[in-house]
């Protein structure tokens, strides 16, 4: 934390709150930009752990392992797979994601904060103490080792009766809570605060798909929260929703965690994608191709991803009828990204491309995610889908959509680390990064398509897919290390860094480019508008109309 | 809870906005001291006496915090200064209180509907409600319906900035709520007796979990009416009303929520 | 409706037929050769188009005249409806994905279809537990950790388990069905020849899970029948 401190906006008017120097300043601070910084950090230190997880992982399957071989026992093995699982998805995309939302979201509406600042920064303390939560389930005789979609009745303590499972699940139920506390607020902000001329419409796209991945948040993880309180109930009171004596207790957990499972998806997906959208616009010099076509498509995928959550089940038991609707559905939901895809695309064209770090990194994660894309097309044919269950080509598409999204995200923070420091990035180290990352990644994953046979969550497989797998493990240590030219370009550029000013990107476009960097505290003087069809900053003293102050 | 709620003083300063509070900090430690103590009842019981140390500190730290927080004077940034579609004649804290009450619809939701995915599994018609006696069922949906209506009666005590009522109608919701709660105990302990728990059967599983998260929201709704009331002694609400009305919006979506469980647990 | 004569291994050679039946392995290998092939097609010429587009207008490639209104700071969104290419190419690529995904549809109808009623299969009882499975023959012949069936006939397989969620699969019989407790799932498959074939645990189940396997050995019809009446004895 302490290496943002050079980083102090310099804002005379702190309003109490202790310079960014001080620990205390982190540990009261509701502001949102601080409480963006402090998921940034915090997310990339899970990514960190999720990443030696997976390190880990990919090791033991550097040889088919007979029992007890290899760097893991079955048991630290399986809890490798589930731990991975959640950190990644759970503890950092979502909360990386979250970083940007906080820091920007405000200052693209012309908003000075978050509607419930205090709800806000307790968001985020529930989101570290729950990821500290299940950094202790280790040291509680094994963390939860059932996979990261905690079938039943796997989860139950009859199985997993680790002490260490109880508070992993416990840790994902209070992460839970603070996503639901999260959503309230963003939507109250972007709903209630934005500035004049700000319809919901003219909404810069990477606010727009915060919007709508709030709103899935919002239902989604409501529908999470009532699983875990079943399975928490079922751990420590007793409970039997899900135990073998009950009836169907498996496929109940399957369809709750499944309701919560595909919008979990687009939630993950979603803020890196409008990330992208700003990031193409502002590189290519172009608007982006068909916006309104492309904010519609976004608005049925939200609405969609509530109807094709069986499609996780098609050997579940789930009648024949029923897998034709979500056959269905699954392709209605496809095509929306099919248009998306095509208006980024159709944006380079007269563009004046400038080949920036961000700029790579996004058009590389366009790249990745119609791979992920087309692959995901296989799994969409039920008769495909019932031979791909549960083997590496899951794994493979999964993670091109998933890492894919990281992708973005990468390119996200290159794209707003001068607004948020105040300094540029090293572009060489940054096209570095991005060519280790993009060799890397595709040195990981690509093989796992080729060598599909293999069982997901195994570490014996056919002696035959021997080269794939050592390919795809070489692959993970140099996307590794490109993570590592990136964090240490940031460190070194904090204080080394030239002076980003206010935009250094000829086509910016959104409201926060206006701004100093970083912002000050209270973000600027006066009141934003774009009454007049463009952005102004009205002196303090003309009274908008509404604006009655509330206490929270 | 007696503590000494500052209320009254706090119009007529100029907007401030405020950027400092230590109690999120502290509420979420003395959550996370609460989970790892809960984390040791895996299976009902405890392994060391650290469990439950911790599981108690940690409620303490929380509590405290809360009460913290409570009393804190926090000046959040307004709302509504422009575009604010398709909210823009909700407040801000009207608007999070309905769109939480959204996402606790989901949550119900999900609660009542696993509720009948399990009967159905097991036999709709095979099915009978655990209580054998539905009158304190009955009794209680009557106590909900009333502490629902006496909320409305102190809402309409404020618009006549009468204090004393809205004291008084806020101190009979919270009697009805305990009157709630007493009465579910009473009819608990007697399944308890008569040798029901959570984990006899899948039966009593849904019974007790489900109503028992109806009955955690009214135990919420009560701490904050007692909040409430103590405000409302020193004056809160006569000039400005909106938290009382945001109370009412939440205070009857826990009694709306009754009306659903009240057929399916004790009925059909 | 369709007709399941099952008169393999003809089946799948029917030139009427223009979604594949047959053995599972034949209509996995049909549908996902195609969908490979279009699949590859479509990703190179998408990417290689992306390319292109991406190096032609790269900054400073001295456009003759820029005519383009470039976003400026604090601009909002113009109004412009510039979809009409948007939406063709999207009319386009849901054509193709839907023609794809129909086509394989007749497929799944024929594997659905419950060929327990096919004169001559085998049905097989699997119980899945911690970490094996256990096989019950018709007569009540019981044996873990290996299954034998017959070539060139339909085995139906009644799947379910003992303890918690397993998954029953056999990549070179294309085989995979869920193992719930209290639940039995269905599936069938036909071996078009004889052999010893690999099948395991599809779903994370334990600390045994990668060790949670089983043979399936196909023999001639006449050795099945052989191996069925001696069996009993045997054990």
Same mark, same amino acid.
């Given at each position: 934390?302490?290496?943002?401190?050079?980083?102090?906006?310099?804002?005379?008017?702190?309003?109490?709150?202790?310079?960014?120097? &001080?620990?205390?300043?982190?540990?009261?601070?509701?502001?949102?930009?601080?409480?963006?910084?402090?998921?940034?950090?915090? &997310?990339?230190?899970?990514?960190?752990?999720?990443?030696?997880?997976?390190?880990? /992982?990919?090791?033991?399957?550097?040889?088919?392992?007979?029992?007890?071989?290899?760097?893991?026992?079955?048991?630290?093995?399986?809890?490798?797979?589930?731990?991975? @699982?959640?950190?990644?998805?759970?503890?950092?995309?979502?909360?990386?994601?979250?970083?940007?939302?906080?820091?920007?979201?405000?200052?693209?509406?012309?908003?000075?904060? %978050?509607?419930?600042?205090?709800?806000?920064?307790?968001?985020? +303390?529930?989101?570290?103490?729950?990821?500290?939560?299940?950094?202790?389930?280790?040291?509680?005789?094994?963390?939860?080792?059932?996979?990261?979609?905690?079938?039943?009745?796997?989860?139950?303590?009859?199985?997993?009766?680790?002490?260490?499972?109880?508070?992993?699940?416990?840790? %994902?139920?209070?992460?839970?809570?603070?996503?639901?506390?999260?959503?309230?607020?963003?939507?109250?902000?972007?709903?209630?605060?934005?500035?004049?001329?700000?319809?919901?419409?003219?909404?810069?796209?990477?606010?727009?798909?915060?919007?709508?991945?709030? +709103?899935?948040?919002?239902?989604?993880?409501?529908?999470?929260?009532?699983?875990?309180?079943?399975?928490?109930?079922?751990?420590?009171? @007793?409970?039997?929703?899900?135990?073998?004596?009950?009836?169907?207790? &498996? %496929?109940?957990?399957?369809?709750?965690?499944?309701?919560?499972?595909?919008?979990?998806?687009? /939630?993950?997906?979603?803020?890196?994608?409008?990330?992208?959208?700003?990031?193409?616009?502002?590189?290519?010099?172009?608007?982006?191709?068909?916006?309104?076509?492309?904010?519609?498509?976004?608005?049925?995928?939200?609405?969609?991803?509530?109807?094709?959550?069986?499609?996780?089940?098609?050997?579940?038991?789930?009648?024949?009828?029923?897998?034709?609707?979500?056959?269905?559905?699954?392709?209605?939901?496809?095509?929306?990204?099919?248009?998306?895809?095509?208006?980024?695309?159709?944006?380079?064209?007269?563009?004046?491309?400038?080949?920036?770090?961000?700029?790579?990194?996004?058009?590389?994660?366009?790249?990745?995610?119609?791979?992920?894309?087309?692959?995901?097309?296989?799994?969409?044919?039920?008769?495909?889908?019932? #031979?791909?269950?549960?083997?590496?080509?899951?794994?493979? *598409?999964?993670?091109?959509?998933?890492?894919?999204?990281?992708?973005?995200?990468?390119?996200?923070?290159?794209?707003?680390?001068?607004?948020?420091?105040?300094?540029?990035?090293?572009?060489?180290?940054?096209?570095?990064?991005?060519?280790?990352?993009?060799?890397?990644?595709?040195?990981?994953?690509?093989?796992?398509?080729?060598? +599909?046979?293999?069982?997901?969550?195994?570490?014996?497989?056919?002696?035959?897919?021997?080269?794939?797998?050592?390919?795809?493990?070489?692959?993970?240590?140099?996307?590794?290390?490109?993570?590592?030219?990136?964090?240490?370009?940031?460190?070194?550029?904090?204080? !080394?860094?030239?002076?980003?000013?206010?935009?250094? +990107?000829?086509?910016?476009?959104?409201?926060?480019?206006?701004?100093?960097?970083?912002?000050?505290?209270?973000?600027? #003087?006066?009141?934003?508008?774009?009454?007049?069809?463009?952005?102004?900053?009205?002196?303090?003293?003309?009274?908008?109309?509404?604006?009655?102050?509330?206490?929270? | 809870?007696?503590?000494?709620?500052?209320?009254?003083?706090?119009?007529?300063?100029?907007?401030?906005?405020?950027?400092?509070?230590?109690?999120?900090?502290? /509420?979420?430690?003395?959550?996370?001291?609460?989970?790892?103590?809960?984390?040791?009842?895996?299976?009902?019981?405890?392994?060391?006496?650290?469990?439950?140390?911790?599981?108690?500190?940690?409620?303490?730290?929380?509590?405290?915090?809360?009460?913290?927080?409570?009393? =804190?004077?926090?000046?959040?940034?307004?709302?509504?200064?422009?575009?604010?579609?398709?909210?823009?004649?909700?407040?801000?804290?009207?608007?999070?209180?309905?769109?939480?009450?959204?996402?606790?619809?989901?949550?119900?939701?999900?609660?009542? @509907?696993?509720?009948?995915?399990?009967?159905?599994?097991?036999?709709?018609?095979?099915?009978?409600?655990?209580?054998?006696?539905?009158?304190?069922?009955?009794?209680?949906?009557?106590?909900?319906?009333?502490?629902?209506?006496?909320?409305?009666?102190?809402?309409?005590?404020?618009?006549?900035?009468?204090?004393?009522?809205?004291?008084?109608?806020?101190?009979?919701?919270?009697?009805?709520?305990?009157?709630?709660?007493?009465?579910?105990?009473?009819?608990?302990?007697?399944?308890?007796?008569?040798?029901?728990?959570?984990?006899?059967?899948?039966?009593?599983?849904?019974?007790?979990?489900?109503?028992?998260?109806?009955?955690?929201?009214?135990?919420?709704?009560?701490?904050?009416?007692?909040?409430?009331?103590?405000?409302?002694?020193?004056?809160?609400?006569?000039?400005?009303?909106?938290?009382?009305?945001?109370?009412?919006?939440?205070? *009857?979506?826990?009694?709306?929520?009754?009306?659903?469980?009240?057929?399916?647990?004790?009925?059909? | 409706?369709?007709?399941?004569?099952?008169?393999?291994?003809?089946?799948?050679?029917?030139?009427?037929?223009?979604?594949?039946?047959?053995? !599972?392995?034949?209509?996995?290998?049909?549908?996902?050769?195609?969908?490979?092939?279009?699949?590859?097609?479509?990703?190179?010429?998408?990417?290689?188009?992306?390319?292109?587009?991406?190096?032609?207008?790269?900054?400073?490639?001295?456009?003759?005249?820029?005519?383009?209104?470039?976003?400026?700071?604090?601009?909002?969104?113009?109004?412009?409806?510039?979809?009409?290419?948007?939406?063709?190419?999207?009319?386009?690529?849901?054509?193709?994905?839907?023609?794809?995904?129909?086509?394989?549809?007749?497929?799944?109808?024929?594997?659905?279809?419950?060929?327990?009623?096919?004169? @001559?299969?085998?049905?097989?009882?699997?119980?899945?537990?911690?970490?094996?499975?256990?096989?019950?023959?018709?007569?009540?012949? =019981?044996?873990?950790?290996?299954?034998?069936?017959?070539?060139?006939?339909?085995?139906?397989?009644?799947?379910?388990?003992?303890?918690?969620?397993?998954?029953?699969?056999?990549?070179?019989?294309?085989?995979?069905?869920?193992?719930?407790?209290?639940?039995?799932?269905?599936?069938?498959?036909?071996? #078009?020849?004889?052999?010893?074939?690999?099948?395991?645990?599809? #779903?994370?189940?334990?600390?045994? *899970?990668?060790?949670?396997?089983?043979?399936?050995?196909?023999?001639?019809?006449?050795?099945?029948?052989?191996?069925?009446?001696?069996?009993?004895?045997?054990?």
């Amino acid at each position: 934390m302490n290496k943002l401190l050079q980083t102090d906006g310099g804002h005379s008017d702190d309003h109490g709150l202790p310079p960014m120097s &001080s620990i205390k300043r982190w540990l009261v601070t509701t502001n949102h930009k601080d409480i963006g910084i402090l998921y940034i950090v915090t &997310s990339l230190f899970f990514l960190v752990m999720g990443g030696v997880l997976a390190l880990l /992982i990919r090791l033991q399957l550097w040889l088919p392992r007979a029992p007890g071989e290899g760097l893991l026992s079955a048991f630290a093995y399986n809890q490798s797979v589930t731990a991975h @699982g959640l950190i990644m998805v759970f503890w950092f995309l979502s909360p990386f994601a979250f970083g940007f939302a906080n820091y920007i979201v405000p200052l693209q509406i012309g908003a000075r904060d %978050l509607a419930f600042p205090r709800l806000n920064a307790l968001s985020y +303390w529930l989101y570290l103490i729950s990821g500290i939560l299940l950094g202790i389930s280790f040291f509680q005789g094994g963390t939860f080792n059932g996979g990261w979609t905690v079938y039943a009745p796997l989860n139950l303590p009859a199985f997993t009766p680790q002490v260490g499972a109880t508070s992993a699940i416990l840790a %994902l139920f209070i992460f839970s809570v603070a996503i639901t506390a999260g959503s309230v607020n963003f939507l109250t902000t972007i709903h209630r605060m934005r500035a004049k001329g700000m319809t919901l419409i003219n909404m810069p796209l990477f606010t727009w798909t915060i919007l709508l991945t709030v +709103w899935m948040m919002l239902f989604a993880f409501a529908a999470l929260l009532a699983a875990l309180m079943i399975l928490s109930s079922d751990r420590i009171l @007793g409970t039997t929703y899900f135990s073998t004596t009950g009836t169907q207790g &498996s %496929l109940l957990w399957t369809h709750l965690f499944w309701f919560f499972g595909h919008p979990e998806v687009y /939630i993950v997906f979603f803020p890196a994608l409008g990330a992208m959208a700003e990031i193409f616009q502002t590189f290519t010099g172009k608007r982006i191709v068909g916006r309104k076509w492309f904010i519609a498509a976004l608005v049925l995928v939200t609405v969609q991803s509530f109807v094709v959550w069986m499609h996780h089940m098609f050997l579940t038991g789930i009648n024949l009828e029923i897998k034709t609707i979500i056959m269905i559905t699954t392709i209605g939901i496809s095509l929306p990204f099919d248009l998306m895809v095509f208006a980024l695309i159709y944006t380079l064209i007269k563009g004046r491309i400038q080949f920036t770090t961000p700029f790579l990194f996004a058009f590389g994660g366009l790249i990745l995610f119609i791979i992920g894309g087309i692959t995901g097309v296989f799994l969409g044919a039920v008769v495909l889908d019932y #031979e791909f269950r549960g083997t590496y080509w899951v794994v493979a *598409h999964f993670h091109y959509v998933m890492v894919g999204g990281v992708t973005g995200l990468v390119a996200a923070i290159y794209y707003w680390f001068p607004k948020i420091t105040g300094r540029m990035y090293d572009e060489f180290l940054g096209k570095v990064n991005f060519v280790l990352y993009f060799i890397g990644f595709n040195l990981l994953y690509f093989p796992l398509f080729i060598a +599909w046979e293999t069982p997901r969550r195994v570490f014996t497989y056919p002696p035959s897919l021997i080269p794939w797998h050592q390919m795809a493990t070489i692959g993970g240590l140099i996307l590794a290390v490109s993570f590592a030219v990136m964090l240490y370009n940031f460190f070194v550029s904090l204080s !080394r860094g030239e002076e980003a000013g206010p935009s250094p +990107w000829k086509y910016a476009s959104t409201l926060e480019w206006a701004l100093p960097s970083p912002p000050p505290l209270e973000n600027w #003087e006066g009141t934003p508008t774009y009454e007049n069809g463009k952005l102004e900053f009205l002196p303090d003293n003309i009274k908008t109309d509404g604006g009655e102050s509330t206490h929270e | 809870m007696e503590v000494n709620l500052p209320m009254s003083d706090e119009i007529a300063t100029p907007h401030v906005e405020t950027h400092a509070s230590i109690w999120p900090f502290c /509420i979420s430690i003395g959550v996370l001291f609460f989970l790892i103590g809960l984390s040791g009842y895996t299976q009902g019981n405890s392994p060391s006496l650290i469990y439950p140390v911790t599981l108690i500190l940690g409620l303490l730290v929380f509590s405290g915090s809360m009460i913290g927080l409570g009393v =804190q004077r926090f000046e959040g940034p307004e709302g509504g200064f422009g575009e604010a579609w398709p909210f823009q004649n909700i407040e801000n804290m009207k608007t999070g209180v309905w769109i939480f009450l959204a996402s606790d619809v989901v949550l119900f939701g999900a609660f009542i @509907g696993t509720a009948i995915f399990i009967r159905v599994a097991y036999g709709w018609t095979d099915w009978t409600p655990v209580p054998d006696d539905v009158i304190p069922g009955l009794m209680n949906t009557y106590l909900l319906l009333t502490s629902s209506f006496t909320v409305i009666l102190a809402l309409v005590a404020a618009e006549r900035k009468n204090r004393y009522g809205v004291v008084v109608s806020l101190i009979t919701t919270l009697l009805l709520g305990i009157g709630f709660l007493v009465n579910k105990g009473i009819e608990w302990n007697h399944l308890f007796q008569h040798g029901y728990w959570l984990s006899t059967n899948v039966k009593t599983s849904t019974f007790f979990l489900t109503t028992g998260l109806h009955g955690a929201h009214v135990i919420g709704g009560l701490i904050i009416c007692i909040w409430l009331i103590g405000r409302a002694w020193n004056g809160a609400y006569l000039e400005d009303n909106r938290v009382l009305e945001y109370f009412g919006l939440y205070w *009857h979506f826990v009694d709306i929520v009754w009306l659903f469980l009240f057929p399916l647990f004790y009925i059909l | 409706m369709l007709d399941f004569s099952f008169s393999f291994p003809l089946a799948g050679s029917n030139i009427l037929q223009i979604f594949p039946t047959g053995s !599972r392995n034949f209509i996995f290998d049909q549908i996902f050769f195609i969908f490979v092939l279009l699949g590859t097609i479509v990703g190179v010429i998408v990417i290689a188009y992306m390319l292109i587009q991406a190096y032609r207008y790269r900054e400073g490639s001295a456009p003759k005249k820029d005519d383009v209104d470039r976003p400026k700071l604090g601009e909002l969104p113009p109004p412009v409806d510039d979809g009409n290419k948007l939406l063709k190419s999207l009319l386009l690529s849901a054509v193709v994905v839907i023609a794809l995904v129909v086509w394989t549809y007749g497929s799944l109808l024929y594997v659905e279809a419950q060929p327990s009623q096919v004169d @001559g299969a085998l049905t097989v009882e699997v119980e899945a537990y911690q970490f094996g499975f256990l096989f019950t023959y018709p007569d009540g012949y =019981q044996s873990t950790g290996v299954l034998r069936a017959p070539v060139d006939r339909v085995t139906v397989l009644k799947i379910t388990s003992r303890d918690v969620l397993h998954n029953f699969g056999s990549p070179d019989l294309r085989i995979k069905a869920d193992a719930a407790p209290g639940h039995i799932s269905e599936t069938w498959f036909l071996a #078009e020849s004889t052999g010893t074939y690999d099948s395991a645990c599809y #779903e994370l189940c334990g600390a045994g *899970h990668s060790y949670m396997k089983a043979d399936i050995i196909i023999l001639e019809n006449s050795e099945f029948e052989q191996w069925n009446k001696t069996k009993n004895k045997g054990s």
